[in-house]
């Protein structure tokens, strides 16, 4: 007896890069793409009505904010939302970039998966049955690194702030990024510097990215 097909959600917002995942994955016998969303809000969505076995979520999409958390990346609410909307999808993260930060919090929201666009098709294609079958499957060489690296004693907030320090960005810039008071971004800077045993948070940010902790 023929199995039914796996369904399949992509969340991609390049359409160059959306619409090619379409092609590729309906190509396959066995994955039925069910729908195709470009950002956070239509991609939950669309889980909700759908409910796919699995949903394919790129990192970064674009969020209109309402209910985002600057401390992640937006990517990571689909995965916070599909838990609430439609707990059976299970959810593959891609990303343009080994990010052992985003893997620690798209694993810690639930992700059972993160692949890196640099994959060959067929190994996507493995990805989505394994993730399927309830198995984690994450990048072999980030997850090299994530293995190497030592604990970080960081927060996610903390995180956030020492990563949008790394763009060299104001205390209140962050401050209205991440939509807190500045006395709240110090306070956050101040305990990173002594958890890194930075002299600054300049040393802090450099100390955290050697560590592969953002």
């Known amino acids: 007896m023929t199995e039914p097909p796996l369904d399949v959600l992509i969340a991609e917002d390049q359409d160059l890069v959306r619409e090619a995942l379409e092609l590729l994955l309906s190509a396959y016998a066995g994955l039925r793409v069910v729908g195709a969303a470009r950002g956070v809000e239509e991609a939950v969505a669309l889980a909700a009505e759908t409910r796919p076995h699995i949903a394919l979520v790129d990192l970064h999409l674009p969020s209109d904010g309402a209910a985002g958390q600057e401390d992640v990346p937006n990517g990571v609410e689909v995965v916070a939302g599909l838990r609430r909307r439609s707990p059976a999808t299970r959810c593959l993260i891609l990303s343009a970039f080994r990010e052992p930060g985003a893997l620690r919090a798209a ?35 980030l997850a090299a690194r994530i293995a190497l690296a030592k604990p970080c004693p960081l927060t996610p907030q903390e995180v956030a702030v020492l990563r949008h320090a790394q763009d060299v960005l104001t205390v209140a810039d962050i401050a209205r990024v991440m939509r ?21 948070r300049h040393e802090a940010v450099r100390i955290a990215a050697a560590n592969d902790w953002l």
């Open 180 to 200: 807190l008071s500045t006395g709240t971004v110090r306070n956050y800077i101040t305990r990173a510097i002594h958890k890194t045993g930075a002299r600054n």
């Open 107 to 141: 694993l810690a929201a639930g992700a059972c998966g993160y692949l890196v666009k640099d994959t060959s098709t067929a190994r996507l294609v493995a990805a989505i049955r394994q993730v399927a079958a309830g198995e984690l499957v994450i990048d072999d060489r």
